[in-house]
């Protein structure tokens, strides 16, 4: 049960992202920019082979965090610190077996790429990502499947959550009952979720949907962009200088 | 001043922690009820500047080094508990990411610098504040208060490190910690705090606090602000480029040394309390990364340092503002 409201919670944050951000999105850079320096840098990171490169990013992905309203810190810090302490405990063998570095190593790569997803998805909404994957040319098959998961994530923990809801208030007596009741809540939902999805299709037939996401968006290509553009060369020109200094 | 670990007896770090604990929690108290949650963020960028003016050491002759610290100047803009609250974070960060003063000797560095020199600066400040009377009365008093604390606070390190020898030796005679006793402590600590770092701190808090007052008076009032102003955010900038000069003084802070130099400062010996001591491995050791150039290090450090203390900062005062809101509804 607890399990299930923590996904809720989960759920509810990504819903609340997507209705949330579109008035804080102002940003004026093509998000499919954005997202394929955002994937640079990761990538990069995971290359980089001593932590020089990683603490730079870190301190600039700082910087540019603490001019941001808490609210929106809290939004991003928080799966940055789950993600780098799960993975912390993860790696704490490596401190017993006389690799300490190792572990920090690790949970500071963990630590940048996790807060670089988390500062994208907070600035950029779930639309404009779609689009950004499409500009980029990611299949279709993949973009769509990503964007029916998304939306089914939210509308069926909406779904499950009310029932869980409604199992809760009425929850009184023995232990089997509520085992039965989480039981019964996942294969409500798993029906739900097949109705809506022959629903979901012949919606689509009805809208003359064929699973292709076409950008409608026209953005002008302006100085931002420009400006932003410069970034991947010079990733790429610290990543080659940091590596060379090791 | 910054103590590490192993100068202090683990009996000794355990009663200065000891000591603090009430005064983090009426400094809490405190700054919960006088301070506006909205005005929190701007103890993260007092801190910020606090912290980075720990960055910018000062050599005198002999080869060691010192630094402001930025306590009353915290203290005159936001009250001595806040000043309190908000050097001690700094402290902790510089513990534990750039091990900058040791884990044990935490307490004792923030009962220093956190406590002492805050409070000792804020009602000196204040004293003088009703006595003197002119345009610039409030700096001159400031000035004064922050020469005088920082004093009373290097003076209390002095008395830490020079107890040591005195209650701590092993079966040979030989001192377990700080192998340096109250007659070499006291002259070594105040000689460079009365003259060059007492002059820094007095700098460095005069020039905030008149940058301030000219750019941003805002800030000085009680129910100012939430935001930072834009003058501020250039200042913590420009401090921020300006840190690798701090790199110019060469040497350790006095009583600052590694086991592996201690020996060579006049001791003789390496206490035996140092070489088996506790041996925190911090993530940015020294304000540096290995293999970058030391300049860039410190810019970096001073970046990572200054946000991460405004973030803290920032996040207290949403978990206050959540709890107003939970409680009122």
Known sequence: MKMNLELMRLIRRITITDINYPAQDKSRILPALRLSVAFLTILLCALSRNAIYVVMIIAAELAWLCVKPPAVIWNILKPVLLSSLFCMFVMLPAVFMGHPRTLMTVSLKVFESVLILSQLGSSISWKKMTDAFRTLHAPQLFVFTLDMTMRFLVILGRYSNAILEAVTLRRVGADHWKNAGTGGILGTTFLRAQQMSIETSEAMSCRCFDGEYRSYRKHKIGTPDMLYTLLIPLLVILFVYTQKAM | ?329
């Open chain 2, 1 to 329: 001043m910054h103590i590490p670990d192993n100068y202090l007896s683990p009996q000794t770090c355990a009663v200065m922690a000891a000591v603090m604990v009430p005064v983090w929690t009426i400094s809490i108290k405190k700054v919960k009820a006088e301070i506006p949650n909205v005005k929190l963020p701007m103890l993260g960028v007092g801190a910020a500047f606090s912290f980075l003016g720990m960055m910018f050491n000062i050599p005198i002759p002999g080869g060691t080094t010192g630094h402001a610290v930025g306590g009353t100047m915290i203290a005159s803009l936001l009250g001595p508990y806040a000043a309190c609250i908000a050097v001690s974070v700094a402290l902790l960060i510089q513990a534990l990411i750039f091990g900058d003063g040791g884990i044990l000797s935490f307490g004792a560095n923030c009962f220093n610098m956190a406590f002492v020199l805050p409070f000792v600066g804020y009602a000196v400040t204040m004293l003088l504040r009703k006595k003197l009377k002119g345009k610039n009365a409030e700096l001159i008093a400031s000035a004064i208060g922050s020469y005088i604390g920082i004093n009373a606070a290097a003076f209390c390190a002095a008395i830490e490190f020079g107890i040591q020898p005195m209650l701590f030796r092993d079966a040979a005679g030989n001192a377990l910690y700080c192998p340096y006793g109250l007659n070499v402590s006291i002259p070594a600590m105040m000689l460079g705090h009365l003259t060059l770092f007492g002059i820094a701190e007095v700098v460095y808090t005069t020039a905030v606090l008149a940058f301030i007052r000219k750019a941003a008076p805002e800030m000085q009032e009680k129910t100012a602000v939430s935001k930072t102003p834009l003058p501020v955010k250039l200042l913590l900038g420009v401090l921020i480029i300006l840190t690798p000069l701090g790199l110019l003084a060469e040497g350790t802070a006095w009583g600052e040394w590694g086991a592996d130099e201690i020996a060579a400062t006049g001791a003789g010996f390496t206490p035996a309390g140092m070489t088996s001591g506790l041996n925190f491995q911090a993530l940015l050791p020294d304000y540096s990364v290995a293999g970058m150039p030391s300049w860039l290090g410190y810019i970096l450090s001073a970046v990572i340092g200054a946000a991460l203390l405004i973030i803290v900062f920032k996040l207290i005062s949403m978990i206050g503002n959540s709890k107003k809101e939970n409680a009122t509804a």
